[in-house]
């Protein structure tokens, strides 16, 4: 017997992620998440019910990974007291990590955390650790890179202008590599 893949009758359960008004401007809604996430390969797999017990057993260890988040050291009493807030609820004399290109796209409205080993980021050193399964919340959208490391075609400086700016070139790169991986 075959069984469907796990992660596939999740998508179908998918309950409406909470998008910034620019991601939907870009066309991010919750169906391209969702078709998003049925177009990975691993997704389109059918597997035998031995893999599908296989499948759920990594994917119980995967989520039981931290999620890590680097702030700056002064921020941990403000994060202590209201939790960890996206650049746009930050006061303006906070530092972050936000360049045009993110607020272009609404990705200042967002928390960022990353799944790996906690590592010093832009001058943030200090680290936040979350549970694995807040990937599994709703209103958590995930993607292979940040938009910001995306090697761009030249200019480099790209990165530091708004989408709009940007070549069609640039733009057509992020819609493959960045729009087109969210899920």
Request: proline share 7%.
């Amino acid at each position: 017997m075959v069984n469907e893949h796990p992660a596939q009758g999740e998508a179908r359960k998918w309950q409406q992620p909470i998008l910034s008004q620019k991601l939907l401007d870009h066309g991010i809604t919750a169906a391209k998440l969702a078709e998003n996430a049925a177009r990975y390969p691993e997704m389109q797999e059918k597997l035998s019910d031995a893999d599908s017990e296989k499948v759920k057993k990594i994917r119980a260890v995967l989520l039981k990974l931290p999620l890590v988040h680097t702030t700056r050291e002064e921020s941990l009493s403000e994060i202590e007291r209201d939790g960890i807030r996206s650049q746009s609820e930050l006061s303006s004399n906070q530092r972050n990590n936000t360049i045009p290109l993110d607020m272009s796209l609404g990705l200042n409205e967002y928390t960022f955390f990353h799944w790996a080993l906690p590592r010093p980021y832009m001058g943030a050193t200090t680290t936040i650790l979350a549970r694995g399964s807040l990937l599994l919340n709703p209103r958590t959208i995930v993607s292979p890179a940040d938009v910001g490391e995306l090697p761009l075609p030249a200019p480099y400086h790209a990165k530091h202008l708004e989408y709009e700016k940007l070549t069609l070139q640039q733009q057509q790169y992020i819609q493959k590599h960045y729009f087109d991986t969210l899920v």
